[in-house]
């Protein structure tokens, strides 16, 4: 993205530099051309017609002097004609041969055939003149010059001066004047092009500024974009949501109106995203957000915050009746089945809504009490819309309170384990002790986990759980005389949880407990999302020596998957198959099929539930590896746990005696 801005404003300033240089070249070219050529030219016909003044000055002069003198030296003798001669027509020759080059060349020859015959006769009129002076007769040369004739010739020489003069005068005056008109032109052109060329300079300048602007503009939007907004749905984010709301909130408040926060949550979605793949929950999402958009007026404001939850904001007009309608549209929309790829999927939505003022006074108020709804809906089932109410708040508030009061009670040591022996039928000896959660509760007395494991689970407990039991089930058992086992469980959604691998290595260091004498039970009640990152996290447990045992095996939907699919070392077959081993034939086949699948994976067999001593001589007959169950010894208290070991049979006392 700033690559594409510097490169356009590189382009940009490239273009300018260019359209500089040449209006530069194109203002200096049309100042050499207005030096060198107008203005020397319009000075030449300046000179020019000056000149030409001069000299019709100077004939007119020279012809008054000619004139003046010859009627002079008439009157007062032949000296006056020498002087008449060296001053009048020397400046009168020298005038008229000038004016010449002024003129042009026809008019100089007209001139002159009209001059010439007028002149002559002028001079012999004169010479005649000049005699007569010499011979005394002065009367007579004056009348002679005097005469008609000779006036008549001196008009003509006259007039044809004057023409001559005049013409030349007027062809100055004409040509200064079109130079004036084209320098006029010439200038006016050059401010022409000077303004249509700064126009378009400017035109450039701005496109190009208003080009680089709107780049930067488009940048600027999208790096907005990514700020405001879920890149998957194009729905806004938390933060633009959050951002948005808070003025909403301001106006609401303002205005006296009502806002309602709606919160959806869709029902069962990690599953698709588990069975049909990511692209198709990216589809899910991307469906339920357009559907989402369709419900919705334009002043309405949704978002995503991140995985499957979204959050609506909606000004509303009534009563609480049109936001019941509208989830209740959101929920039908979103439940249309949505097909991609050749398969259809199709997902409930659940929502709950809180409304401000009623329920809540601000933003993080108003999302706590639409989250309390939500929860209350999921709870409700599949699919539906529920409003926040005051009770809701108070299922919250105790809720919270149990919650508390467990992370506590692990804390504080209230759980703890209870030890089951599991016992190996081929060498006699204590295979290995199961961990089995108890809750000494202060007040209700010792609980088993049926009674708080569901909700360690649900308030996400059970890590802590966990590890405190391994913790302490290390400690005691590294006490006992004998090397023994021990056996953890854990659901299988623990397994893909990274930190509490590293924290179940961290507490066999802390307790010197050798990972080689763990071996983790993992049941399936819960769905294993990425059989190959458990497959990597069970290898590497292997690698360390821990063992892992498949728990409960029968009871899952898919038992064989996970046979096929994990490196299991042990396989506990569940105790329901074991109740019935001597009842029922097809039990005991079963039993039978999976010990010699196991054996053929070279995984050993545990029977859990082990009551009796038919069943137990059942299993070993079928050659299960091992048995667990009352019939050796029920879970005790540490406290028990030596008794107990004690009163295990007398070929597993002596195995345990080792
Ligand atoms: P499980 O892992 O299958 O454990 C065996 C259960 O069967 C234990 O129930 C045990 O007391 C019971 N049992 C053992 N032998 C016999 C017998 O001969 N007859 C009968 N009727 N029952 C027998 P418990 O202790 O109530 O535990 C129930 C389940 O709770 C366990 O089943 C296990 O799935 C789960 N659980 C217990 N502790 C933990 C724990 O720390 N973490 C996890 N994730 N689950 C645990
Ligand atoms: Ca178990
Ligand atoms: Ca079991």
Redo the contacts with the bound molecule.
Sequence with gaps: MLESISKSTTKTAKKLLLLTIIGANLFIFALIIERLNFHSLFEDAADMEVQAQKLADSIQLADVMLTTSARLAAATGDTRWIERYTSAIPLMDEALENAAVLASVKESRNFQSVAKLANDNLVTIETRVIELVKKGNLIDASSLLNSEEYNRDKQVLGKATDNFIGSILQATHDNLDSLRNWTMIGYGLLIIVGAVGSYLLWKVLTFTLYKSEQSIEESENKIRDLAMKDSLTGLSNRYHFEEVSTTMIKNAERDESKLALLMLDLDRFKPVNDTYGHEMGDTVLRQVSKRLKQVLRTNDVSARFGGDEFVVMLNVDSDKCDVVEIAQRIISEVRKPITSDGKTVQIDASIGAAFLPDDAANFSELMRKADIALYSAKNAGRGMAKLFSGEMDDEVAHQQFVKENIRNSIKSGEFI??F?PIFDIASNKIHSL?????WQHPKHGLL???QF?GQV?EFDL?NE??LS?LKYGCQRVAELPLSISIS????AR?INDVWLVERILAILRETNFPADRLII?I?E?ALITDFDVARKILKSWQKRGIRVAI??FGTGYSSLTYLSKLPFDEL?I??SFIEDINSSEDNKKIISTIITLSNSLGIKTVA????TIQQYESLTELGCDMV????LS??VAYDGLAKTLGKIPAEVGQSTGT
């Excluded at 199961?434 to 108890?438: D, F, I, N």
């Design positions: 384990p209870y089951q199961e961990l089995l959660a108890r088993t986990p049926d494991l689970i059970i759980l966990t039991l953890l469980n854990i659901a623990q039970e049941t009640s728990d409960d506990k569940d105790r859990e539930g082990v009551e667990q169950g009352y019939l029920r879970p």
